[in-house]
């Protein structure tokens, strides 16, 4: 067999937007994907459905696999002919052990590609506002570790030798060590009211900045709090962020919310939050896969002609629909002159995408409201309609149809099944962190939770999350399973409800 490639790849320094176009590349076409602590979870969205992913991350203290191993790890599975990603925090090359890797795969004899990536303190800079360089303050730009391998007697930092004026120094790995190191620096001759800003998970939703001066930022940081991993930035321009700093302005930023991403609209939520600053763990806790019955498509389609009305009630059930209709047919006007229906917008917006108008959109995406407007309609007496949905039925529907007289059909294209969350690295998140709130827009979505609820048990010292619900519907499917809800939307709609989340959670409230 051929021998694969590995690709040793900077994932940036955890905000997802900050991945480069030949990273995001490498990860969709990847066999095999080794990531670690710092790697964020979103980008393993990107794997395909066949890629291995291996978590071989450390957290302080915790080594769970030691370096030896991922070497072997990266060497054998490229010998076994596959492409693999070996995903690494910020950039390869800096504090990432990234040149024993391409040591270990050079002697193996495997070849290899490197991909940089922005490494945490060009991210620190830019999402803090602190300049890392500035005309006429400083030209000199050093990046220094403040902890080394443990392993090692003598310390091979010279503090002393470190520049004292113009320069911006970035520190690595320095919490656990920061007294030690402001006493180093303080002896070394540098100021007492020399500037430093620590960045705590930079370019994050949850990113944290404490600013101070070196000879009160140890007091300064017990009472911030200031974990790893954060970016220690030392110099005249660790002052500039307070004029410069621009994503701490906004309105939800520092703030970690859960969307459960079985829900309908729950990547439009996700980017509105994010844009507004906030960290969003998107929770996988269900999934979705094609699932029709030969026999009734064969019959389905054979029968197009005669239906009246085709209704969807997801987008989901577009998407299965018009890959099993194009399979069958290769031309759109097989669909003929039926009308169209669908639950709310955001199905609505998928059938267009085939270049297909929709009749009737109901103002409110439930069941009983889509039931009222084809009712509204007239034409229910004696009609055939072909109602489009995934196993979990909607009865409502089927039962309202009935009543006004017309002849249902249930065509089935899609399956849902609890996701196994035991190892997915956004349910280890949350269940290491907790989350500010967890936001519900359906009872499908409150239903699923629930179903999960044990792979989701918060560790100790995670952050206990308030509830949030989009309307009435969804909080009495909440209230019935016991849960509280702390912040409805005032009309149930995405704006209304993320107009309601920056009133409760943003900044300054
Ligand atoms: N290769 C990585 C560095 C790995 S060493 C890079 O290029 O960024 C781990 C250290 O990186 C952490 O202790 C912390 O100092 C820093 N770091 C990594 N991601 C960070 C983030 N999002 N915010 C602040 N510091 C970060």
């Known amino acids: 067999m051929a021998k694969g490639v590995i690709y040793l790849v900077g ?16 990860i ?60 690494k925090g910020g950039d390869p090359f800096i504090f990432g052990r990234g040149s024993e890797e391409v040591r270990a795969l050079q002697k193996a004899g495997v070849d290899f590609e490197v991909v940089p990536g922005i490494t945490a303190a060009i991210g620190a800079s830019a999402y803090s506002g602190t300049p890392l360089t500035q005309r006429g303050v400083n030209a000199t730009l050093v990046i220094v570790t403040g902890h080394e391998d443990p392993e090692k007697a003598e310390s091979m930092i010279d503090w002393k030798s470190l520049p004292q004026e113009n320069a911006a120094i970035c520190i690595y790995m320095g919490v656990s060590k920061l007294p030690g190191i402001i006493d180093e620096l303080l002896d070394a ?6 500037p430093i800003a620590c960045v705590e998970w930079a370019t994050m939703g949850h990113q944290r900045v404490c600013r101070g001066k070196l000879g009160t930022i140890v007091e300064s940081v017990k009472s911030f709090k200031l974990q790893a991993p954060s970016i220690i930035i030392i110099g005249e321009n660790a002052a500039m962020g307070e004029e410069l700093s621009w994503f701490e302005k906004k309105p939800l930023q520092g703030r970690r919310l859960v969307v459960t991403r ?6 439009e939520l996700s980017q509105k939050l994010e844009l507004l600053g906030a960290e969003v763990i ?28 085709l209704v969807f009630s997801s987008p989901n059930g577009v998407r299965f629909f018009f890959e099993a209709f194009f399979e069958t047919f290769n031309d759109i006007r097989s669909l003929g002159f039926i009308r169209i229906a669908a639950v709310g917008q955001s199905t609505a917006k998928e059938i267009e995408k085939f270049f297909v108008s929709v009749e009737v959109i109901p103002e409110e995406a439930n069941a009983d409201s889509l039931a009222d407007a084809l009712v509204e309609t007239g034409s229910m007496d004696s009609a055939k309609v072909l109602v489009v949905a995934g196993n979990l039925g909607r009865e409502t529907l089927y039962r309202r149809l009935d009543e006004a007289r017309a002849i249902v059909d249930k065509f089935v294209v899609y399956k849902t099944e609890p996701t196994d969350l035991s190892d997915h690295p956004s349910a280890k998140m949350f269940r290491e962190q907790g989350a500010d709130a967890i936001i519900f827009t359906s009872s499908s979505g409150v239903k699923s939770f629930v179903d999960q609820v044990g792979s989701l048990k918060l560790e100790e010292g995670a952050l206990h999350p308030k509830t949030i ?22 009309e149930a709609s995405l704006d209304s409800l993320v107009e309601g989340i920056i009133k409760r959670f943003g900044k300054g409230q």
């Open 282 to 309: 998107g929770l996988p806790l269900i999934e979705i896969s094609k699932s029709i019955d030969p026999e009734t498509q064969k019959d389905v389609f054979d029968e197009l002609g005669s239906y009246d009305w």
């Open 189 to 194: 001759g540098f100021a007492q009211d020399t």
């Open 262 to 267: 079985s829900q309908g609209q729950a990547s």
């Open 11 to 26: 994932a940036g320094p955890g905000n997802p937007g900050l991945l480069t176009l030949r990273a995001k590349e490498l």
């Open 28 to 87: 969709e076409k990847a066999d095999t994907l080794v990531y670690d602590y710092l790697v964020h979870p979103t980008f393993l969205q990107f794997a395909g459905p066949n890629c291995e992913s291996i978590y071989v991350g450390k957290k302080a203290g915790r080594h769970s696999v030691s370096q030896e191993e991922i070497e072997r790890l990266l060497v054998n599975h490229a010998m076994q002919g596959k492409a693999v990603v070996r995903l």
């Open 469 to 490: 619900s989009i309307g009435p519907i969804t909080s009495a499917s909440m209230q019935e399973q016991g849960m509280p809800v702390d912040l409805q939307a005032k």
